[in-house]
T-cell receptor
Framework: KNQVEQSPQSLIILEGKNCTLQ??????????LRWYKQDTGRGPVSLTI?????NTKSNGRYTATLDADTKQSSLHITASQLSDSASYICVVTQRYNDYKLSFGAGTTVTVRA | DTGVSQDPRHKITKRGQNVTFRCDPISEHNRLYWYRQTLGQGPEFLTY????????KSRLLSDRFSAERPKGSFSTLEIQRTEQGDSAMYLCASSGLAGGTDTQYFGPGTRLTVL
């Protein structure tokens, strides 16, 4: 079964601090991995996308890494801001079924002043 | 605004009533998806259209659920005889394969509460 597991389930950090979110997946064959940010009551918004050959991808203060051999990814948030408070969802696409995404349950990040 | 739009944003209904949601995708996108999301979980796939053709339906989509995309543009999702377990956020997404990876763009969702 294609699964995506995220950890931690939630975390609280102080404004200006860094944090790292983890994602493990069993989706095979692998096509790509995305990190989405979902604000409360809104739809998810894509932050980064990585294919098999990409190890790291940055989008401003967000940096995603991918180890396709161990099937692990991480999302690092640098110098967190209050607006980073959201749920971060790891999404993996299976090759040959690119329309069907496998979603993790998300990590809820709360940034406090 | 050229993003994915959904209407209504919130719907409260009584058990047993029928509800219909609308999704307007990004205009040049030929693919449209419906998802259901409950609190603390990632979205679950419900169904997928390519143009006006419904190509796949999840087992989650019981016979009380029906989705249409009659002209390959907007889509509707209808739930008949709603149950309390149908309470969730219903998300619509669209995508258009453009020579590479196919990123889905999500709408803001319709939050359904069944009393």
């Amino acid at each position: 079964k294609n699964q995506v597991e995220q950890s931690p389930q939630s975390l609280i950090i102080l404004e200006g601090k860094n944090c790292t979110l983890q994602c493990n997946y069993t989706v095979s064959p692998f096509s790509n991995l995305r990190w989405y940010k979902q604000d409360t009551g809104r739809g998810p918004v894509s932050l980064t996308i990585m294919t098999f050959s990409e190890n790291t991808k940055s989008n401003g203060r967000y940096t995603a890494t991918l180890d396709a051999d161990t099937k692990q990814s991480s999302l690092h948030i640098t110098a967190s801001q209050l607006s980073d408070s959201a749920s971060y969802i790891c999404v993996v696409t299976q090759r040959y079924n690119d329309y069907k995404l496998s979603f993790g349950a998300g990590t809820t990040v709360t940034v406090r002043a | 605004d050229t993003g994915v739009s959904q209407d209504p944003r919130h719907k409260i209904t009584k058990r047993g009533q029928n509800v219909t949601f609308r999704c307007d995708p990004i205009s040049e996108h030929n693919r449209l998806y419906w998802y259901r999301q409950t609190l603390g979980q990632g979205p679950e796939f419900l169904t997928y259209f390519q143009n006006e053709a419904q190509l796949e339906k999840s087992r989650l989509l019981s016979d009380r659920f029906s989705a249409e995309r009659p002209k390959g543009s907007f889509s509707t999702l209808e739930i008949q005889r709603t149950e309390q377990g149908d309470s969730a956020m219903y998300l619509c997404a669209s995508s258009g394969l453009a020579g590479g990876t196919d990123t889905q763009y999500f709408g803001p969702g319709t939050r359904l509460t069944v009393l």
